[in-house]
Protein backbone atom coordinates (compact mmCIF):
# COMPACT_ATOMS: atom_id res chain seq x y z
CA UNK A 1 0.00 0.00 0.00
CA UNK A 2 1.44 3.52 -1.03
CA UNK A 3 1.15 6.66 1.02
CA UNK A 4 -1.14 8.88 0.99
CA UNK A 5 1.21 11.60 -1.10
CA UNK A 6 1.50 8.94 -3.68
CA UNK A 7 4.92 7.77 -3.49
CA UNK A 8 6.84 5.16 -3.95
CA UNK A 9 8.97 4.43 -0.47
CA UNK A 10 12.57 6.16 -1.21
CA UNK A 11 14.45 8.96 -1.01
CA UNK A 12 11.87 11.69 -2.37
CA UNK A 13 9.36 10.44 0.20
CA UNK A 14 11.45 10.75 3.06
CA UNK A 15 12.63 14.49 2.06
CA UNK A 16 9.11 15.60 1.96
CA UNK A 17 8.37 14.07 5.29
CA UNK A 18 11.07 15.60 6.59
CA UNK A 19 9.92 18.84 5.42
CA UNK A 20 6.10 18.26 6.48
CA UNK A 21 7.76 17.26 9.41
CA UNK A 22 9.71 20.36 10.15
CA UNK A 23 7.13 22.89 9.16
CA UNK A 24 3.93 20.64 11.26
CA UNK A 25 5.25 19.36 14.23
CA UNK A 26 9.11 20.53 14.73
CA UNK A 27 8.97 24.36 14.13
CA UNK A 28 11.46 24.78 16.95
CA UNK A 29 13.40 22.45 14.87
CA UNK A 30 13.09 24.50 12.04
CA UNK A 31 13.54 27.63 14.29
CA UNK A 32 17.07 26.61 15.54
CA UNK A 33 18.35 25.61 11.85
CA UNK A 34 16.76 28.89 10.24
CA UNK A 35 15.60 32.00 12.63
CA UNK A 36 18.21 31.48 15.76
CA UNK A 37 21.37 31.49 14.07
CA UNK A 38 20.31 34.48 11.65
CA UNK A 39 19.05 36.18 14.35
CA UNK A 40 22.63 36.05 16.12
CA UNK A 41 24.52 36.73 13.50
CA UNK A 42 22.20 39.81 12.59
CA UNK A 43 22.74 40.47 16.74
CA UNK A 44 26.92 39.98 16.13
CA UNK A 45 26.88 41.94 12.52
CA UNK A 46 25.20 44.79 14.56
CA UNK A 47 27.50 44.86 17.36
CA UNK A 48 30.68 44.48 14.68
CA UNK A 49 29.44 47.21 12.52
CA UNK A 50 31.49 49.88 13.16
CA UNK A 51 34.69 47.48 12.30
CA UNK A 52 36.75 49.18 14.52
CA UNK A 53 36.35 50.39 17.82
CA UNK A 54 38.13 54.26 18.45
CA UNK A 55 37.75 56.61 20.87
CA UNK A 56 37.96 54.71 23.81
CA UNK A 57 37.46 56.59 27.16
CA UNK A 58 40.73 56.81 29.54
CA UNK A 59 41.07 59.21 33.13
CA UNK A 60 44.33 60.83 33.43
CA UNK A 61 46.38 61.55 36.76
CA UNK A 62 48.06 64.95 36.15
CA UNK A 63 50.56 65.95 38.84
CA UNK A 64 52.49 68.11 36.85
CA UNK A 65 50.34 70.68 35.58
CA UNK A 66 52.58 71.96 33.14
CA UNK A 67 52.74 72.86 29.37
CA UNK A 68 54.23 69.66 28.54
CA UNK A 69 51.67 67.84 30.62
CA UNK A 70 48.68 69.30 28.99
CA UNK A 71 50.38 69.14 25.72
CA UNK A 72 50.77 64.90 26.23
CA UNK A 73 47.11 65.27 27.52
CA UNK A 74 45.68 66.51 24.05
CA UNK A 75 47.86 64.32 21.77
CA UNK A 76 46.63 61.10 24.14
CA UNK A 77 42.83 62.47 23.41
CA UNK A 78 44.05 63.32 19.76
CA UNK A 79 44.21 59.74 18.96
CA UNK A 80 42.06 57.51 17.21
CA UNK A 81 42.30 54.59 19.74
CA UNK A 82 41.88 56.90 22.87
CA UNK A 83 39.65 59.85 24.56
CA UNK A 84 40.53 61.58 27.95
CA UNK A 85 37.07 61.08 29.22
CA UNK A 86 38.14 61.75 33.33
CA UNK A 87 40.51 63.56 35.19
CA UNK A 88 41.47 62.28 38.75
CA UNK A 89 42.71 63.49 42.14
CA UNK A 90 44.51 59.68 43.14
CA UNK A 91 45.23 56.73 41.90
CA UNK A 92 42.73 55.07 44.12
CA UNK A 93 40.20 56.96 42.23
CA UNK A 94 41.96 55.65 38.83
CA UNK A 95 41.66 52.53 40.17
CA UNK A 96 38.02 51.78 40.72
CA UNK A 97 37.52 53.89 37.59
CA UNK A 98 39.75 50.94 36.03
CA UNK A 99 37.52 48.31 37.66
CA UNK A 100 34.08 50.13 37.17
CA UNK A 101 34.69 49.51 33.60
CA UNK A 102 33.89 53.42 33.28
CA UNK A 103 37.37 53.89 31.58
CA UNK A 104 39.70 51.49 30.06
CA UNK A 105 43.30 52.80 31.26
CA UNK A 106 44.65 55.72 33.41
CA UNK A 107 47.34 58.00 32.46
CA UNK A 108 49.55 59.19 34.99
CA UNK A 109 52.07 62.34 35.01
CA UNK A 110 54.51 62.62 37.57
CA UNK A 111 55.25 66.13 39.29
CA UNK A 112 58.44 67.98 37.57
CA UNK A 113 58.01 66.67 34.93
CA UNK A 114 58.81 69.52 32.74
CA UNK A 115 61.63 70.45 34.87
CA UNK A 116 63.33 67.43 34.95
CA UNK A 117 62.50 67.10 30.58
CA UNK A 118 64.56 70.57 30.38
CA UNK A 119 67.15 69.63 32.75
CA UNK A 120 68.06 66.34 30.82
CA UNK A 121 66.93 63.80 33.07
CA UNK A 122 64.52 60.90 31.90
CA UNK A 123 60.94 61.02 34.11
CA UNK A 124 58.59 58.45 33.55
CA UNK A 125 55.36 58.82 32.48
CA UNK A 126 52.90 55.47 33.94
CA UNK A 127 49.79 53.87 32.22
CA UNK A 128 47.97 51.39 34.11
CA UNK A 129 45.30 49.23 31.88
CA UNK A 130 43.36 46.47 32.65
CA UNK A 131 45.29 43.35 30.53
CA UNK A 132 42.08 41.23 31.28
CA UNK A 133 40.45 42.68 28.61
CA UNK A 134 42.71 42.59 25.90
CA UNK A 135 40.89 44.05 22.91
CA UNK A 136 40.17 47.46 24.66
CA UNK A 137 43.32 47.23 26.72
CA UNK A 138 46.18 46.61 23.51
CA UNK A 139 44.09 49.69 22.08
CA UNK A 140 44.08 52.53 24.37
CA UNK A 141 47.66 50.79 25.22
CA UNK A 142 48.22 51.27 21.34
CA UNK A 143 47.01 55.10 21.46
CA UNK A 144 49.23 55.90 24.22
CA UNK A 145 52.17 54.59 22.68
CA UNK A 146 51.45 56.43 19.93
CA UNK A 147 51.32 59.78 21.14
CA UNK A 148 53.84 60.03 24.10
CA UNK A 149 57.12 58.76 21.35
CA UNK A 150 55.59 61.47 19.00
CA UNK A 151 55.86 64.39 21.85
CA UNK A 152 59.11 63.35 23.22
CA UNK A 153 60.37 63.33 19.72
CA UNK A 154 58.79 67.06 19.02
CA UNK A 155 60.89 67.72 22.83
CA UNK A 156 64.46 66.35 21.35
CA UNK A 157 64.48 68.08 18.32
CA UNK A 158 63.60 71.35 19.46
CA UNK A 159 66.52 70.96 21.73
CA UNK A 160 68.69 70.13 18.94
CA UNK A 161 67.53 72.91 16.70
CA UNK A 162 67.87 75.28 19.97
CA UNK A 163 71.46 74.16 20.10
CA UNK A 164 72.14 75.65 16.64
CA UNK A 165 71.64 71.77 14.93
CA UNK A 166 70.07 72.13 11.53
CA UNK A 167 66.84 70.60 10.95
CA UNK A 168 67.52 67.91 8.43
CA UNK A 169 69.88 66.78 10.63
CA UNK A 170 68.35 67.15 13.86
CA UNK A 171 65.53 64.70 12.27
CA UNK A 172 67.82 62.27 10.79
CA UNK A 173 69.44 61.95 14.11
CA UNK A 174 66.57 61.29 16.00
CA UNK A 175 65.87 58.63 13.46
CA UNK A 176 69.13 57.34 12.02
CA UNK A 177 67.40 53.90 10.54
CA UNK A 178 63.81 55.07 9.76
CA UNK A 179 61.81 52.27 9.91
CA UNK A 180 58.67 51.59 6.93
CA UNK A 181 55.70 49.48 8.49
CA UNK A 182 53.26 48.05 6.27
CA UNK A 183 50.03 46.34 7.72
CA UNK A 184 48.92 43.16 5.51
CA UNK A 185 45.73 41.14 5.13
CA UNK A 186 43.89 43.75 7.31
CA UNK A 187 45.85 46.56 8.02
CA UNK A 188 42.58 48.64 9.41
CA UNK A 189 42.70 46.35 11.92
CA UNK A 190 38.50 45.89 11.13
CA UNK A 191 36.93 43.79 13.11
CA UNK A 192 33.90 42.94 11.27
CA UNK A 193 36.61 41.47 8.30
CA UNK A 194 38.43 38.83 10.89
CA UNK A 195 36.66 38.42 14.06
CA UNK A 196 33.17 38.60 12.95
CA UNK A 197 34.15 36.59 9.86
CA UNK A 198 35.59 33.98 12.51
CA UNK A 199 32.33 33.92 14.87
CA UNK A 200 29.99 33.03 12.24
CA UNK A 201 31.54 29.63 11.24
CA UNK A 202 31.61 28.77 14.90
CA UNK A 203 28.40 29.51 15.52
CA UNK A 204 26.89 27.62 12.52
CA UNK A 205 29.09 24.48 13.76
CA UNK A 206 27.10 24.46 16.95
CA UNK A 207 23.65 24.64 15.29
CA UNK A 208 24.15 22.38 12.36
CA UNK A 209 25.89 19.30 14.59
CA UNK A 210 22.80 19.95 17.59
CA UNK A 211 19.98 20.06 14.96
CA UNK A 212 21.48 16.82 13.07
CA UNK A 213 21.70 15.06 16.24
CA UNK A 214 18.36 15.95 17.11
CA UNK A 215 16.63 15.47 13.98
CA UNK A 216 18.48 11.78 13.86
CA UNK A 217 18.11 10.82 17.68
CA UNK A 218 15.14 11.25 17.18
CA UNK A 219 14.19 8.42 14.40
CA UNK A 220 16.93 6.30 15.70
CA UNK A 221 16.32 6.40 19.91
CA UNK A 222 13.52 3.68 19.60
CA UNK A 223 13.08 0.55 17.15
CA UNK A 224 9.70 1.40 15.86
CA UNK A 225 10.58 4.79 14.45
CA UNK A 226 13.77 3.59 13.14
CA UNK A 227 11.91 0.94 11.32
CA UNK A 228 9.06 3.22 9.99
CA UNK A 229 12.23 5.83 8.79
CA UNK A 230 13.83 2.35 7.13
CA UNK A 231 10.31 1.53 5.20
CA UNK A 232 9.86 4.83 4.41
CA UNK A 233 13.29 5.41 2.85
CA UNK A 234 13.25 1.77 1.34
CA UNK A 235 16.49 1.44 3.26
CA UNK A 236 18.54 3.00 5.94
CA UNK A 237 20.88 4.52 3.01
CA UNK A 238 17.98 6.82 1.16
CA UNK A 239 16.31 6.91 4.13
CA UNK A 240 19.29 8.73 5.91
CA UNK A 241 20.06 10.86 2.73
CA UNK A 242 16.38 11.81 2.69
CA UNK A 243 16.51 13.08 6.02
CA UNK A 244 19.81 14.52 6.64
CA UNK A 245 19.08 16.80 2.93
CA UNK A 246 16.85 19.28 4.18
CA UNK A 247 19.19 20.65 6.64
CA UNK A 248 21.98 20.79 4.26
CA UNK A 249 20.18 22.86 2.25
CA UNK A 250 18.76 25.14 5.40
CA UNK A 251 22.34 25.72 6.66
CA UNK A 252 23.42 26.42 2.70
CA UNK A 253 20.65 28.85 2.62
CA UNK A 254 21.80 30.78 5.95
CA UNK A 255 25.64 30.92 5.28
CA UNK A 256 24.60 31.93 1.98
CA UNK A 257 22.65 34.68 3.82
CA UNK A 258 25.74 35.67 6.42
CA UNK A 259 27.79 36.05 3.32
CA UNK A 260 25.97 38.20 1.51
CA UNK A 261 25.65 40.65 4.21
CA UNK A 262 29.28 40.59 4.88
CA UNK A 263 30.41 41.03 1.22
CA UNK A 264 27.82 43.22 0.75
CA UNK A 265 27.18 45.15 3.11
CA UNK A 266 30.16 45.23 5.81
CA UNK A 267 32.59 45.35 2.60
CA UNK A 268 34.74 42.10 3.45
CA UNK A 269 37.17 41.62 1.02
CA UNK A 270 37.38 38.29 -1.65
CA UNK A 271 40.39 38.20 -2.85
CA UNK A 272 40.88 34.58 -3.10
CA UNK A 273 39.36 32.03 -5.55
CA UNK A 274 35.40 32.02 -5.07
CA UNK A 275 34.75 28.76 -6.03
CA UNK A 276 37.32 27.43 -3.56
CA UNK A 277 35.51 29.44 -0.63
CA UNK A 278 31.94 27.94 -2.22
CA UNK A 279 33.80 24.37 -2.02
CA UNK A 280 35.07 24.71 1.62
CA UNK A 281 31.66 25.71 2.62
CA UNK A 282 29.71 22.85 1.43
CA UNK A 283 32.45 20.69 3.08
CA UNK A 284 32.35 22.38 6.31
CA UNK A 285 28.48 21.89 6.47
CA UNK A 286 28.59 18.36 5.18
CA UNK A 287 31.06 17.60 7.87
CA UNK A 288 29.24 19.34 10.81
CA UNK A 289 26.23 17.22 9.90
CA UNK A 290 27.47 13.97 9.63
CA UNK A 291 29.31 14.69 13.23
CA UNK A 292 25.73 15.02 14.53
CA UNK A 293 24.36 12.14 12.55
CA UNK A 294 27.34 10.07 13.68
CA UNK A 295 26.43 10.94 17.50
CA UNK A 296 22.63 10.49 17.03
CA UNK A 297 23.54 6.62 15.59
CA UNK A 298 26.36 5.96 18.37
CA UNK A 299 24.24 6.98 21.45
CA UNK A 300 21.10 6.28 20.21
CA UNK A 301 19.37 8.94 22.75
CA UNK A 302 18.86 12.21 21.65
CA UNK A 303 19.19 14.16 24.58
CA UNK A 304 22.62 12.59 24.86
CA UNK A 305 24.26 13.03 21.37
CA UNK A 306 22.33 17.05 21.57
CA UNK A 307 24.15 17.27 25.12
CA UNK A 308 27.66 15.89 23.79
CA UNK A 309 27.46 17.44 20.33
CA UNK A 310 26.94 21.08 22.16
CA UNK A 311 29.76 20.01 24.53
CA UNK A 312 32.59 19.41 21.45
CA UNK A 313 31.16 22.48 19.72
CA UNK A 314 30.16 24.98 22.00
CA UNK A 315 34.02 25.86 22.85
CA UNK A 316 35.51 25.69 19.69
CA UNK A 317 35.82 29.26 18.95
CA UNK A 318 38.64 29.40 21.85
CA UNK A 319 40.88 26.80 19.99
CA UNK A 320 40.36 28.16 15.69
CA UNK A 321 43.39 30.30 16.71
CA UNK A 322 41.86 33.41 16.00
CA UNK A 323 41.82 34.93 19.75
CA UNK A 324 45.61 33.26 20.22
CA UNK A 325 47.36 31.75 17.51
CA UNK A 326 47.30 27.95 17.75
CA UNK A 327 51.35 27.60 17.44
CA UNK A 328 51.19 28.78 20.42
CA UNK A 329 48.67 26.46 22.18
CA UNK A 330 49.52 23.33 23.88
CA UNK A 331 49.33 19.80 22.74
CA UNK A 332 46.01 19.21 23.74
CA UNK A 333 44.80 22.69 22.36
CA UNK A 334 46.08 22.08 19.07
CA UNK A 335 44.74 18.46 19.07
CA UNK A 336 41.32 19.35 19.88
CA UNK A 337 40.98 22.53 16.99
CA UNK A 338 42.84 20.02 15.00
CA UNK A 339 39.66 17.59 15.41
CA UNK A 340 36.89 20.10 14.66
CA UNK A 341 35.96 21.52 11.16
CA UNK A 342 35.15 24.86 12.09
CA UNK A 343 39.01 25.13 12.28
CA UNK A 344 40.07 24.37 9.06
CA UNK A 345 36.89 25.89 7.50
CA UNK A 346 37.65 29.45 8.92
CA UNK A 347 41.57 28.86 7.50
CA UNK A 348 40.32 27.96 4.32
CA UNK A 349 37.98 30.78 4.98
CA UNK A 350 40.19 33.76 5.55
CA UNK A 351 42.56 32.45 3.11
CA UNK A 352 40.43 33.31 0.49
CA UNK A 353 38.83 36.93 2.01
CA UNK A 354 41.38 38.92 3.97
CA UNK A 355 44.77 36.80 2.74
CA UNK A 356 44.04 36.16 -0.65
CA UNK A 357 46.49 33.38 -0.48
CA UNK A 358 47.26 31.93 -3.79
CA UNK A 359 45.28 29.15 -5.20
CA UNK A 360 48.39 26.32 -4.65
CA UNK A 361 48.48 26.86 -0.72
CA UNK A 362 44.57 27.19 -0.44
CA UNK A 363 43.88 23.89 -1.02
CA UNK A 364 45.28 22.09 1.49
CA UNK A 365 42.54 23.18 4.46
CA UNK A 366 40.08 22.02 2.29
CA UNK A 367 41.52 18.75 1.62
CA UNK A 368 41.07 18.41 5.10
CA UNK A 369 37.90 19.33 5.07
CA UNK A 370 37.22 16.22 2.27
CA UNK A 371 38.82 14.15 4.33
CA UNK A 372 36.47 14.74 7.39
CA UNK A 373 33.43 14.13 4.97
CA UNK A 374 35.08 11.01 3.87
CA UNK A 375 35.93 9.76 7.52
CA UNK A 376 32.88 10.45 9.32
CA UNK A 377 30.98 9.02 6.26
CA UNK A 378 32.32 5.87 6.49
CA UNK A 379 31.95 6.03 10.29
CA UNK A 380 28.06 6.51 9.53
CA UNK A 381 28.12 3.63 6.50
CA UNK A 382 29.66 1.21 9.38
CA UNK A 383 27.23 1.85 12.07
CA UNK A 384 24.04 1.99 9.49
CA UNK A 385 25.69 -1.51 8.50
CA UNK A 386 25.90 -2.33 12.12
CA UNK A 387 22.06 -1.29 12.81
CA UNK A 388 21.09 -3.35 9.51
CA UNK A 389 22.78 -6.80 10.31
CA UNK A 390 21.54 -6.49 13.93
CA UNK A 391 17.97 -6.15 12.51
CA UNK A 392 18.68 -8.80 9.64
CA UNK A 393 19.80 -11.52 12.84
CA UNK A 394 17.09 -10.32 14.68
CA UNK A 395 14.40 -10.83 12.29
CA UNK A 396 16.28 -14.37 11.39
CA UNK A 397 16.37 -15.20 14.75
CA UNK A 398 12.12 -14.81 15.19
CA UNK A 399 11.96 -16.48 12.24
CA UNK A 400 14.23 -19.42 13.60
CA UNK A 401 11.62 -18.82 16.58
CA UNK A 402 8.46 -19.18 15.12
CA UNK A 403 9.57 -22.52 13.26
CA UNK A 404 10.81 -24.37 16.03
CA UNK A 405 7.32 -22.75 17.56
CA UNK A 406 5.58 -25.03 14.52
CA UNK A 407 7.51 -27.53 14.72
CA UNK A 408 6.65 -28.72 18.37
Partial sequence: ???????????????????????????????????????????????????????????????????????????????????????????????????????????????????????GRRPEIVFFYNAQTLTTGNLVLRGVNNAVPTVAAGIRLSLRTAQGQPMDAAQASLAPIPVQVHGLFNPTMN????????????????????????????????????????????????????????????????????DSVLFG???????????????????????????????????????????????????????MGIGFPRLGMGGFAQGYGALLPGTWYLTARIDQTVRGTPSDLSWPPVLVLAAFVIGLAGLTAGRLEGLRARRRRAVTGRSIAVHEGKAS
Fill in 1 to 119: MRPRTGLRPGFLLVFQRELVWLRRRRPGLLVLVTLLPLGLMGLLMAIFSAGLATRLPVAVLDLDGSDLSRTIVRTVDATPDAAVARRVADLAEGRRLILSGAVHGLLMIPRDLERDVKA
Fill in 265 to 319: LLDLPLRGQRGILLLAGILFLLACQLLGVLLALLLRSTAMAVSIGTLLTAPAFGF
Fill in 191 to 258: YAHFLLAALLPSLLQVVVVVASAYSVGLDVETRHRLAILRRLGGGLWPAMAGKVLPYTILSMMVLGIA
